[in-house]
């Protein structure tokens, strides 16, 4: 099969695309003209033998009600203990459209109105609307910034553990938006303290197959099955092949009685059937993306090398963050000394970029902005020349 073609640009307008068809009205802009680097999904072609396997079950034209069938579990098994050496067992599998939706149900089920949820700020801004608009209180507990990147604090954490003896920390590993990708020991901390204060562990680890070279993915299901009672693991192949849309996630989880206790609010909400095309998508991806995945990100890091080095020659002012993995990229831009709007501003009138603003990721992220290098390089160039312009 040809290898895939990560520089061809292809118009994604009129495609109901949130990224750029919406971004006037998400980001509340009335101008269309920008270079949407915002959203996190990426501008290019799902592997080729997804779409065969897609396109041979649109051709058997029957779509009635559909449940997991054994290769559904078998190819993610496979995929992690290939990809990640991690062992998955099929009965921790319970299955939900999106990571967000499953998150937002363990919430409602693992606490109550008013509660504490724990997460490392900067924080993906979708985890505060889902704790806050269930009526639960956020818990920032700050990243410590260092010239190494973004670390976790044990010891601010134990404190809040001990003030507010949330029910739930919700992790993002990789994190969204720093890139970072938390190691064996800071997990282990991070389980220790959470044991001793009751506080369950829900990592979000939709990020895990997109690394950069070198680096490895550390799931909480790593550190071993004395941890498993207090943790779950929520991933998904959407992030990894560009499948978003089509919406299917898994959360692991080893604890029987709270894995019954989620698949009983799944049945509740009557969400135990599946969508036919997301299953298909998801078993071609796991049983045959691993080429495809592995060029990709040898296409992402060039993209990161390559924007990294025309920052530091165009756009001096603009610091970056060292990542470990996703195709996001997380910049200070506090030396341009504008506030948050006069930033936004500039970017859009300016610079021509639709970027996330970092204050979207709670305090924290104040005077960042985080950009998307999942598109062609061509997008990257247009990103650059617009950042230059910020200061002319
Ligand atoms: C950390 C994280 N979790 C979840 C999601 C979205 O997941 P889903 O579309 O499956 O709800 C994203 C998307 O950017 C993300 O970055």
């Known amino acids: 099969m040809k ?9 994604r307008h009129n495609t109901g695309s949130v990224k750029w068809d919406f971004l006037d009205q998400y980001l509340q802009l009335n101008q269309t003209d920008l270079l949407p680097m915002w959203v996190s999904d990426f501008d290019f072609q799902c592997p080729k033998e997804v779409l065969q396997a897609l396109s041979s079950r649109i051709d058997h034209g029957i779509f009635g009600y559909s449940e997991r069938d054994e290769l559904y579990y078998q190819s993610a098994i496979d995929w992690f203990s290939r990809r990640h050496k991690l062992t998955l067992h099929k009965e921790w599998f319970t299955s939900i ?5 499953g998150l937002s149900l363990l919430i409602q089920m693992l606490s109550k109105p008013r ?8 924080y993906y801004g979708s985890f505060a609307k889902i704790i806050t608009m269930n009526d639960r209180v956020l818990i920032e507990n700050p990243l410590i ?9 044990h010891s601010h954490l134990e404190q809040i553990l001990d003030q507010y003896k949330p029910p739930l920390l919700l992790l993002c590993n990789p994190h969204n938006p720093t890139g970072r990708c938390w190691d064996h020991d800071e997990l282990l901390q991070l389980l220790i303290l959470c044991r001793k204060y009751g506080t369950t562990i829900i990592s979000d680890e939709i990020w895990a197959d997109l690394l950069l070279p070198g680096q490895k993915f550390t799931s909480i299901l790593h550190l071993g099955s004395k941890w498993h009672n207090h943790v779950i693991a929520a991933t998904s192949a959407s992030k990894t092949f560009g499948l978003a849309s089509l919406r ?3 959360f692991l989880i080893p604890n029987p009685s709270l894995r019954e206790a989620f698949t009983d609010r799944l049945n509740a909400h009557g969400l135990d059937v599946f969508n036919s095309l997301s299953m298909t998508a998801a078993i071609a991806a796991y049983q045959y993306g691993d080429t495809w995945l592995d060029q990709l990100q040898d296409y992402l890091a060039e993209n ?5 080095k025309a920052l530091a020659s165009s756009v001096p002012w603009c610091r970056i963050t060292k990542a470990e993995g996703t195709y996001l990229i997380w910049l200070d ?12 501003q500039a970017l859009i009138h300016k610079a021509k970029i639709a970027v996330s603003m970092g204050c979207s990721f709670g305090d924290k992220g104040k005077g960042f902005i985080r950009i998307n290098l999942g598109c062609p390089r061509q997008y990257l160039e ?11």
């Open 3 to 11: 290898s895939p073609d990560f520089n061809q640009i292809i118009d």
């Open 97 to 101: 459209e999106g990571i967000i939706p």
């Open 115 to 122: 509660e504490g949820i724990i997460v490392q700020g900067p």
């Open 145 to 153: 910034e260092d010239t190494e990147g973004y670390k976790i604090d």
């Open 248 to 250: 299917i996630s898994n």
């Open 304 to 308: 990161r090398e390559w924007f990294e």
């Open 333 to 344: 831009c506090r030396d341009l000394g504008l506030d948050d709007n006069a930033l936004q």
């Open 382 to 392: 247009k990103a650059i020349a617009g950042l230059a312009q910020l200061t002319q």
